[in-house]
């Protein structure tokens, strides 16, 4: 895979949890549009998910899960790439580079996601939680990567990627390419809807707080209808003071592909009730479209598809292993 003139975009989601309809909206959904425009690798992170706990048959399913979810939600192989993190080992290799030579604890002290995930078991959490930013800097750099469109948790991270790729060429002369977030305008934050202040997670307690593209389409209906609304009656989108109305407006607006703006002269002078009734509906017809193009993509297709992915792109990431080996000495 030469690069050409089109800018590269590289991207991943992790096989741990449930995906849901934030993972979708926030960042897949956007990825589907970039594939004329650019030359694409979508990954499937399984070496960051490693980095909490996981039940290895279970793990197994998930990673095929993943490269199922992208091409449902309309990735095509024929135009991008679909590969499994793990089959490339520069990717651990040159994580370890990046390690010894240009991160440092002051960066990852800084990181938010891993107070987040660690709490108050800072001590207690393995390395790999803590590093795990450094991994993912080392997935971007390895291809040149020009953009990373992902959700705005993952914003801190291409910012320490930046960091990181200036100071090794600070060092050693140009050698990486500086790549930069893409982060859309509606949908980059999917909130709870059990907790309409905190983001939609696939780690989260209950889960009501999320809708998993696998989710029975009349229990997803369910979770919408009785997802949290705010004091007041009015459908209008104002995240400080109805910020369960705002996002159950992103996320209509974003899988009607209508403004916020319309829906809001659409329900003028409507009930919550209706409206989510509404949006139950359209959560409900989009899942079973969904499930229905997973249900027809087999294991088999999917290795395959990624086994191609990898094969295609390997040469790359050696190639860019190899320069780094190269300036600093141990090739
Ligand atoms: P992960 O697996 O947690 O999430 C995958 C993508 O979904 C986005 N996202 C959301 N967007 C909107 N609203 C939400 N509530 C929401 N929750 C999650 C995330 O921002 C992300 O884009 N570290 C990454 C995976 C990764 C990666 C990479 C990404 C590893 N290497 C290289 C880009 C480039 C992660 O854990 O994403």
Redesign the pocket.
């Known amino acids: 895979m030469e690069k050409n003139n089109k800018k590269r975009i ?5 096989p741990s949890g449930d995906l849901h309809i ?2 979708y ?3 897949i959904s956007q990825w589907v549009n970039m594939q004329n425009k650019y030359e694409c690798i979508f ?1 499937v ?1 399984d070496y ?1 998910a490693i980095t909490v706990k996981q039940d290895p048959e279970i793990l197994r399913k998930k990673i095929i899960e993943i490269a199922k979810i992208y091409i449902a939600s309309g990735i095509d192989p024929q135009k991008s790439v679909i590969f499994q993190q793990s089959t490339i080992t520069a990717h651990t290799e040159f994580a370890w580079i990046l390690n010894c030579i240009v991160a440092r604890m002051s960066d990852l002290n800084k990181m938010t996601q891993f107070k987040d995930k660690s709490g108050n078991h800072q001590e207690n959490v393995g390395i790999g939680l803590y590093d ?1 930013p450094v ?2 800097a080392s ?2 750099l390895l291809y040149n990567t020009d953009v ?1 469109p ?5 914003l801190q ?1 291409v910012e320490l990627t930046r960091t990181l790729a200036r100071r090794f060429n600070e060092r050693f002369g140009d050698t990486l390419q500086l790549p930069k977030a893409e982060i859309r305008k509606t ?5 709870g809807l059990d907790d309409p202040t905190k ?3 696939k780690s989260a307690a209950s889960d009501l707080n999320y809708i998993a593209l696998t989710d029975n389409p009349d229990k997803a209906a369910k979770k919408i209808m009785r997802a949290v609304t705010d004091t007041g009656s009015e459908i209008k989108y104002d995240l400080e003071k109805k910020p369960g109305i705002s996002n159950l407006l992103t996320i209509y607006s974003l899988l009607v592909k209508k403004e916020i703006k319309e829906l809001e002269k659409e329900y003028q002078n409507k009930m919550y009730g209706e409206f989510k009734k509404n949006l139950a509906e359209v959560v409900k017809s989009f899942l079973i479209d969904f499930q229905k193009k997973y249900n027809a993509i087999s294991d088999k297709e999917v290795e395959q598809i990624m086994a191609q992915g990898t094969k295609k792109i390997k040469p790359i990431a050696d190639n860019t292993l190899d320069r780094v080996k190269m300036k600093i000495g141990v090739l």
């Open positions: 590289f991207s991943g989601v992790q934030g993972n909206l926030g960042a990954c992170v960051h795990y991994l993912m997935d971007i990373v992902v959700g705005d948790d993952q991270h949908g980059a934050r999917i909130m983001k939609m997670s």
